[in-house]
């Protein structure tokens, strides 16, 4: 698996726009670029993903860089709710294919 | 989204003794299915893959004969870890894969070994 570099914290006020980057300058063709939050003592919950074209769904948006060495994740109106850790990943989209976390980063939204 | 549920939610159990984790897709198969340890603070990390009908693939450094997996239907895995000592605690994930589809994981089992 391609490796992915996050900021390991940022904060966003309640209500703004939260945008967290990725770096994954190392992906390759057939790898897609994964989303996942961890809310604390939960299993990760799926955000979104994609592959080179940028997608939106009712939680966030992905916009990834014609290069695709890089993504941002955008939760457009963030709340307290969205506190959580945001882990990006990159993997093909095989059966088995196996995701590799890495320390993602610690969104906390401020009221 | 698919729906993955893990029992129990927690156990607490005694130096020495075996505790089964279940993991169950709910509306869809799942031919692999994965299994992840979290420590405090720490990363998810990757412990096994689970594929129906044949033995599992662990990573390296996972002890095969401590942690038995048995994937017996498109459906269930089930994670045994023997003989439990108070290091094994942990909070343990498991994930399933529609196939060409994304991994969606359980709510996790947080197992606490006194």
């Known amino acids: 698996d391609a490796k992915t570099t996050q900021p390991p914290s940022m904060d966003c006020a309640e209500g703004r726009a939260a945008n967290l980057p990725c770096n994954h300058s190392t992906i390759s063709g057939n790898e897609y670029v994964y989303w996942y939050r961890q809310i604390h003592s939960q299993g990760p919950q799926y955000i979104i993903h994609g592959l080179k074209n940028n997608e939106t769904n009712e939680m966030a948006s992905l916009i990834i860089t014609e290069d695709r060495k890089s993504s941002t994740l955008i939760l457009p109106h963030a709340t307290l709710r969205d506190t959580a850790v945001y882990y990006c990943i990159v993997a093909s989209n095989f059966g088995n294919e196996k995701l590799t976390f890495g320390t993602g980063t610690r969104l906390t939204i401020i009221p | 989204g698919a729906v993955v549920s893990q029992h129990p939610s927690w156990v607490i159990c005694k130096s020495g003794t075996s505790v089964k984790i279940e993991c169950r897709s709910l509306?869809?198969?799942?031919?692999?299915m994965f299994w992840y340890r979290q420590f405090p603070k720490q990363s998810l990390m990757l412990m096994a893959t689970s594929n129906e009908g044949s033995k599992a693939t662990y990573e390296q450094g996972v002890e095969k004969d401590k942690f038995l997996i048995n994937h017996a239907s498109l459906t269930l895995s089930t994670l045994t870890v023997t003989s439990a000592h108070p290091e094994d605690s942990s909070f343990y994930i498991c994930s399933a894969r529609p196939f060409t589809d994304t991994q969606y994981f359980g709510p996790g089992t947080r197992l606490t070994v006194l």
């Open positions: 509306d869809f198969q799942a031919t692999t």
